[in-house]
């Protein structure tokens, strides 16, 4: 065999598996456009045939994608699986596989080449799912691009190798036993199996020879630590136990509750976190208004109907606006559109509408000041918006649903100008509704809308004013409606003056009525938002379910929940720290509690232990000033005897590791220990 060529299998295994890899993605993004497809066929089911049938168009094409990933994926699974320990078959002989990896070259290249035309063609249902779906707006064309290219510049390489193969054994073996020669044993160059035809199946024969795949040694080494990393973190978590005493089942048991115990507390804990993050309710008031924006540059957002190509069936109406003198009507300047979006959407007449958002913006307009807005209001230059509705190219009778809705924008506050700045201002505020064939006057007023942006963390835990971010709303009021002049061929319009009053002066806190020189322009609408629920909520339910499924371990395995991750005793004098604990604290600890005998046992002093660490004795505890410092000294066996009468109980003590499996105490050293405690425990009480 060649010491070079089992490499080409190794890459040809590597770029299959990439291939794999990028193909489950990229079927998994088509699955998830023929699911957006689905959906949004359903919701037109009532809709008309001009609405359907683009969308019923892009079904072929997107099925034909979904079924060609779909092959890939299952040709690739098979030569990474099967084809590793089966030779003689349909499916991985040279000739098959060949013409497999040259049609997912052309078909990708294809698909490249294509885009653009796709790419317009998927126009609509892009559209469409951008309005309607919301979480359709990911961007789908980078992912497929990025994976389909993944996935042909592996089916190009893996076409060279075999192409190569081909061309190398052409000269030696015929054209038609080379055609039906598995693929890993032409590139392994096995020479007695390539001179011979052999009879092909489904799953043909099971190789005499194991093809070897030679790995990187920084990927050997690299995997060979990651597995010992993850068998001796799951070992410890699994079979944590005493050996000798405890079965290894019974120790899976164990450690299984508690593990499963620890995920749920974790999971409820940040789901507890994120529970309490998003328990956010609104509280109106009525305050000062150094909280407002300080100056109010306002724009026109209009929202309506556009019908382009095949969809313009009916008339599409013209929208102006200008800035007028609201004196007399004046016009000061007029105003361009300066962003627009297109969406579809399914709120307003008729139903699942191709929309426009246009922002208007007025050049020549002075923005409004918060602490001067009333002198603006009454002075001669006080401007307004002037709304307009005029017919489109098409000449007809315009309908009340393609009657354009209106808001007023801060632009001062929505400096990007992005959809989803604008878009709050649609959510949380209700449009102005032109009338057809009226004229509208109107005025607004302000409130402004204040979001919590600063984290529970701090707000709760660092007893922190929270931080908001403000959005100006501006509520518009209808002060007259007229009937326009049948002569004119304005359809509809309205006239917005802008003022910055308070609408809910009555949520304000109590007055200083007795000060005439307070103006009535000093308060200011607001809906804070406010946090309902606080860390505390959910570290007390975590609390408390910790506190259950410790109960239960206790209840079911005599040990605390935390017993086979930390070692974690029932009663633990020291705690977790008490590992780290300096050679000083150990060394007076064992001069105090220690002392050896003759034979060279030491043992524990365990009643003063007890009494200076763990159990208060109360009335029935010993003078204090019968005790004295005690020493880690040699006794003898009267010696010992003597001090334990004084001191209490010794425990024996014995190395014991939990894992290196020493020998634990014999059941007859147990029960003179049981004896000796008895003994003492009586004189004590006497």
């Known amino acids: 065999m060649s010491t070079s060529q089992p490499s080409l299998v190794a890459w040809q295994c590597w770029l299959t598996l990439i291939r794999l890899f ?27 045939a001009v609405l359907q049938d683009p969308l019923r ?30 030779t003689h078959t349909y499916l991985g002989c040279m000739a098959v596989q060949t013409v497999v990896n040259f049609c997912c070259t052309f078909l990708i290249i294809l698909h490249f080449a294509l885009y653009r035309i796709y790419q317009a063609q998927a126009g609509f249902f892009s559209d469409f799912a951008l309005g309607v779906g919301r979480a359709y707006t990911y961007p789908v064309h980078v992912t497929f691009g990025i994976f389909a290219l993944f996935a042909g510049v592996c089916s190009v390489f893996i076409l060279a190798i075999e192409v190569s193969a081909i061309l190398t054994l052409r000269s030696t073996v015929p054209i038609i036993p080379l055609g039906k020669t598995n693929t890993k044993d ?6 007695p199996s390539l001179s011979r035809s052999h009879a092909l199946s489904v799953l043909g ?7 070897p795949i030679h790995l ?3 990927v050997t080494t690299s995997s060979l630590f990651i597995v010992m990393l993850v068998k001796r973190v799951l070992a410890h978590l699994l079979f944590h136990r005493v050996r000798n005493v405890e079965t290894r089942i019974y120790a899976l048991i164990r450690n299984s509750f508690a593990s499963i115990s620890m995920i749920i507390l974790i999971f409820r804990t940040i789901t507890a976190l994120q529970q309490a993050q998003n328990e956010v309710q609104t509280r109106v008031t009525s305050a000062a208004c150094g909280l407002a924006s300080p100056s109010h540059l306002l724009s026109i957002l209009v929202d309506r109907p556009r019908w382009d190509g095949p969809y313009a069936s009916q008339e599409e109406v013209n929208v102006t606006v200008s800035a ?13 559109v300066g962003w627009s979006q297109r969406f579809m959407n399914d709120f307003y007449p008729p139903a699942y509408q191709n929309r426009t958002l246009e922002l208007f913006i007025c050049n020549g307009v002075s923005p409004l000041d918060i602490n001067r807005w009333e002198g603006q209001y009454y002075s001669n230059d006080a401007f307004a918006y002037h709304v307009q509705v005029q017919p489109g190219a098409k000449p007809g009778t315009a309908s009340d649903g393609q009657m354009p809705h209106v808001w007023l924008v ?38 402004t809308r204040r979001f919590i942006r600063s984290s529970i963390l701090k707000d709760i835990i660092f007893s922190s004013k929270s931080e908001y971010k403000r959005l100006s709303l501006y509520p518009i009021f209808q002060l007259s409606v007229a009937a326009l002049n049948a002569t004119t061929t304005t359809i509809a319009s309205a006239t917005i003056r802008p003022a910055l009053t308070p609408g809910l002066r009555y ?15 000093d308060t200011c609408d607001f809906i804070d938002d406010y946090r309902s629920s606080t860390i505390f909520n959910a570290i007390g339910s975590v609390g408390g379910l910790f506190a259950l499924l410790q109960a239960i371990h206790l209840l079911l395995f005599g040990r605390p929940l935390l017993w086979g991750v930390t070692g974690a005793k029932t009663i633990t004098p020291f705690g977790l720290l008490g590992g780290c604990s300096s050679r000083g604290f150990k060394r007076r600890l064992r001069e105090e509690y220690h002392i050896s005998s003759e034979d060279g046992t030491d043992t524990i002093r365990i009643v003063p232990f007890l009494q200076d660490f763990v159990i208060d004795f109360g009335p029935a505890n010993f003078d204090p000033a019968q005790r004295s410092p005690r020493a880690s000294v040699v006794l003898s066996p009267t010696q010992d005897e003597s001090n334990e009468d004084l001191d209490g109980t010794e425990i024996p003590l014995m190395q014991m590791d939990l894992e290196t499996g020493a020998e634990p105490p014999r059941e007859s050293d147990i029960e003179d220990t049981n004896h000796s405690y008895d003994r003492h425990s009586i004189h004590t009480v006497v």
Not at 58 to 75: E, K, Q, R, S, Y
Not at 507 to 521: D, F, G, K, L
């Open 507 to 521: 949520h304000r806190t109590q007055a200083n009525i007795q000060n005439p020189n307070i103006p009535p322009s």
């Open 216 to 218: 990187p040694q920084a």
């Open 186 to 191: 032409a590139l392994s160059e096995l020479g």
């Open 324 to 336: 007028i003198f609201a004196s007399n009507g004046k016009r000061v300047s007029g105003c361009r």
């Open 205 to 211: 024969n099971p190789r005499a020879i194991a093809i």
């Open 57 to 86: 168009q892009l079904i072929p094409p997107f099925t034909g994608w979904f079924a060609f990933w779909i092959i890939v994926v299952l040709n690739d699974t098979f030569m990474l699986t099967i084809d590793h320990k089966r």
């Open 410 to 447: 801060n632009t001062n506050e929505t400096r990007g100008r992005s959809w989803s700045d604008l878009a709050e201002v649609r959510a949380y505020q209700a449009p102005l509704n032109l009338l057809r064939g009226s004229h509208i006057v109107t005025e607004t007023n302000l409130i």
């Open 22 to 48: 990028s193909s489950v993605c990229v079927t998994g993004l088509w699955a998830w456009r023929i699911d957006g497809l689905r959906r949004i066929l359903q919701l037109l089911a009532h809709a008309s």
